[in-house]
């Protein structure tokens, strides 16, 4: 997937294929402007007022408890972007909004899209990063909101992909321990053994994780079977032979090519002989200029949050092989734009 601009008629797409239209405008003024726009209506709850049904504006407003002269104007931006639709005089959900955006609906994003609110004031950081080279630490904040936000962030993207990613990876014969390594809410452990009754795991995350995602994976209802570990995952010791499936799921951007490469030595090792190691990633394309816009933005975005970056399918599975294990075909995951999983598995 990825963003680019497109004509509304034929004189304009005529205009960007001649080369004539001013495309960074859009890409700039155009995408930050929709990109607040639909993160405010969701924080001000534009979307829950509207799941009922159509509504007019001051309806909205008052039930918002926003202006009703300014309510109009994000109503009709939101009717541009194509997340209501105008119906004689009222506002609606279009499918997309309905979807994606309304709290109980099984796909719904909205805790990401509340989680910008805190990536934004990170990505005005990317001037000073790119000139001095130094990084934010997501990871080192004291903030406790924004800690919770990151954690019910995480939650709604790995739900969106447990169907799939619980299908297609592998379980050895008889496994009953799985590890989750910087797990959060751990809701793909908690899909695995619910999938495979013998199965029972740990979820490894940082203290200030554990502490904002203990609700979510209780809220998971599998009791002592799914437990949290407090522990760091770049130095802690994760056992011998001790685990039939070991995931790691978007945390190697967050670490630089030494950490990733010792971790996956220590991982080895922890695996039961059959055992599997599955990494989900959104990954870098392998060259400049090959497609992934989402992995090669994200590359940026990680270079910020935490002087690393995305990687490519060939450094992870490289790292997989280095440490003795045996890479298997990867995955391309269709509910996780940009995302692959390398499992890789140990000699028997
Ligand atoms: C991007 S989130 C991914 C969460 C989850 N695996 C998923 O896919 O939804 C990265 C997670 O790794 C955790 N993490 C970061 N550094 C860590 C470390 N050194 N040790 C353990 N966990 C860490 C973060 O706290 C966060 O929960």
């Known amino acids: 997937m990825k963003l680019s601009v497109s004509g509304e008629n034929a004189a304009e797409r005529l205009a960007i294929a001649l080369g004539v239209a001013p495309v960074p405008l859009v890409d700039t003024h155009m995408a930050f402007l929709r990109a607040r726009a639909i993160m405010v209506a969701t924080k001000l709850g534009v979307f829950e007022a509207l799941a009922a049904g159509p509504l007019?504006?001051?309806a909205v407003a008052d039930r918002c408890g926003t202006s009703p002269a300014a309510t109009p104007k994000l109503l009709t931006a939101l009717v541009a972007c194509g997340y209501l639709r105008a119906v004689k005089g009222d506002y609606a959900l279009t499918a997309r909004a309905r979807?994606?955006?309304l709290a109980d609906s099984p796909q719904s994003v909205r805790d990401k899209l509340l989680f910008e609110f805190f990536e934004w004031t990170i990505?005005?950081?990317?001037?000073?990063f790119v000139r001095t080279g130094r990084a934010h630490d997501l990871h080192l904040s004291d903030d406790e909101e924004r800690w919770g936000a990151y954690q019910r962030a995480m939650r709604v993207l790995s739900r969106l992909a447990a169907p799939e990613i619980v299908r297609r990876t592998p379980l050895p014969r008889g496994a009953t321990r799985m590890l989750d390594i910087g797990g959060s809410?751990?809701?793909i452990p908690?899909?695995?053994c619910r999938r495979h009754p013998a199965l029972s795991a740990v979820v490894l995350d940082l203290p200030a994780a554990v502490r904002h995602a203990a609700p979510l994976l209780a809220a998971e209802g599998l009791g002592a079977r799914v437990v949290h570990r407090e522990g760091d995952a770049r130095v802690d010791d994760l056992g011998t032979a001790e685990w039939d499936l070991i995931y790691i799921s978007q945390l190697l951007h967050h670490f630089d090519e030494a950490t990733n490469r010792a971790l996956m030595q220590r991982v080895a090792r922890a695996l039961t002989p059959g055992g599997y190691v599955a990494v989900v990633e959104l990954v870098r394309p392998a060259a400049p200029g090959d497609a992934g816009q989402v992995g090669a933005l994200l590359d940026?975005?990680?270079?910020?949050?935490?002087?690393?970056?995305?990687?490519?399918i060939e450094e992870i599975a490289a790292w997989q092989r280095d440490a003795g294990l045996a890479p298997r075909r990867t995955i391309s995951l269709r509910t996780v734009p940009g995302a692959a999983e390398l499992v890789a598995r140990k000699r028997e």
């Open 123 to 128: 990505v005005e950081g990317t001037e000073a």
């Open 185 to 187: 809410h751990g809701c």
């Open 56 to 58: 007019s504006s001051d």
């Open 99 to 101: 979807t994606w955006l």
């Open 300 to 312: 940026l975005y990680f270079a910020l949050t935490s002087q690393s970056g995305t990687w490519s």
């Open 190 to 192: 908690a899909a695995m």
